[in-house]
């Protein structure tokens, strides 16, 4: 499966609105939308959001960044990096955080193969 059609079968868990990946120095690779949202503002948010995440990780002991989350007042995203050595990540952007556990239990089944997908 390509990575649009990757991203696409995510999109269809319910209460995701957004999806998609972009590289460590803030560029789309891809990214699909349920509600025609810009998602070139995306880019650069997520590059410095990711990487004080790390930081902050590293200051505490606490490993590697597996996944932030950060509220906004009309819904939560959720950065996921993909491909820790080549920067990828996930950016998804939800209703509402009450479907945050459903989506991230969901997500885990379909980011292996978005991880593939971007890095082949």
């Not at 649009?4 to 868990?13: K, T, W, Y």
């Not at 995701?16 to 070139?40: A, F, P, R, W």
């Not at 650069?44 to 004080?52: N, P, R, W, Y």
């Amino acid at each position: 499966m390509n990575l649009v059609d990757l991203l696409q079968q995510a999109l269809s868990i319910r209460g995701i609105t957004s999806i998609s990946v972009v590289s460590g120095d803030g560029e789309i690779v891809e990214g699909v939308s349920n509600d025609n949202i810009e998602l070139g503002f995306v880019g650069g948010l997520i590059a410095s959001s990711l990487a004080s995440s790390q930081v902050l990780a590293g200051l505490l002991g606490e490993g590697e960044v597996t996944q932030t989350m950060i509220e906004y007042e009309n819904g939560p995203v959720l950065l996921t990096p993909l491909n820790p050595e080549q920067g990828y990540v996930a950016v998804v952007t939800l209703e509402s955080t009450q479907i945050l556990g459903r989506a991230r239990f969901q997500l885990r089944k379909i980011l292996p193969d978005i991880a593939q997908a971007v890095t082949a």
